[in-house]
C-alpha cells in the first residue's frame, strides 16, 4: 500500500475511530485530542504496518494504547507523596499492634493455631507464609500447582474457621 492509498484509508476511518475514542473518553474534547494524536501517531508509523493485516484493528490498537499510556500518565502525575515523611525510616511498629501484650497474645494464638494444622497443609502453608510463590512450593514438595494451591487455601479456611472463635471472644 502506497502513502496515498495509507492517507485515504485512514481519512475513510476518522467517523470509526471518533466513535472509539468518545467510548474510550466519555467527552468530546479529549475524543478530539485523542482522535488527533492517534492519526499523527499512525502517519508516523505508516512504515510499521504491515499489508496484510487489518488496518482499522491496527489504528485503533494504536488508539486504545495512546488512551491507556495517558491515563497512566495522568495517574503519575496525580500521585502526591509527602515530602516531610521519611519513607526510609519509618516506625511501624509502633502502629502495628505486636508490641503490646495483647498483640503478642494474637500471635501466639495465631503461630498456636498453624501449628495444629495437619502436616499436609501446614508444611505449603507455613512456606507460603515464608515468601515461597506457589511454583516454588510446588518443585520442593514435588506437588501439582493446582494441590499446592489447594491446600494453601483449605489450610487459610482451617484457620479462618480456628481464629473465628478467637476472634469474637474479643
Known amino acids: 500500500m502506497n502513502g496515498l492509498q ?3 484509508k485512514l481519512l475513510s476511518l476518522q467517523e470509526n475511530m471518533m466513535n472509539f475514542a468518545l467510548m474510550l473518553t466519555a467527552n ?12 499523527l501517531k499512525v502517519l508516523n508509523n505508516q512504515e510499521k504496518f504491515v499489508d496484510n493485516i487489518n488496518f482499522k484493528g491496527w489504528v485503533l490498537t494504536v488508539m486504545r494504547n495512546i488512551f491507556i499510556n ?3 500518565k495522568v495517574v503519575r502525575s496525580q500521585t502526591v507523596i509527602d515530602s516531610e515523611i521519611d519513607l526510609y525510616n519509618l516506625n511501624v ?3 502495628s499492634g505486636f508490641d503490646s501484650p495483647e498483640g503478642s497474645f494474637q500471635i501466639k494464638e495465631i503461630s498456636k493455631a498453624i501449628t495444629n494444622l495437619n ?8 512456606m507460603f507464609l515464608s515468601g515461597y510463590k506457589y511454583n516454588e512450593i510446588a518443585e520442593k514438595l514435588s506437588l501439582p500447582l493446582g494441590t499446592v ?4 487455601f483449605f489450610a487459610r479456611q482451617e484457620l479462618q474457621h480456628e ?4 476472634k469474637n471472644n474479643r
Request: hydrophobic share 25%; net charge positive.
Open 149 to 152: 494451591k489447594s491446600r494453601i
Open 70 to 72: 495517558n491515563y497512566h
Open 119 to 126: 502436616s499436609d497443609l501446614k508444611v505449603p502453608f507455613s
Open 28 to 39: 468530546k474534547d479529549d475524543a478530539q485530542d485523542l482522535l488527533q494524536d492517534t492519526t
Open 6 to 8: 495509507f492517507q485515504k
Open 93 to 95: 511498629t509502633r502502629n
Open 163 to 166: 481464629l473465628k472463635d478467637f
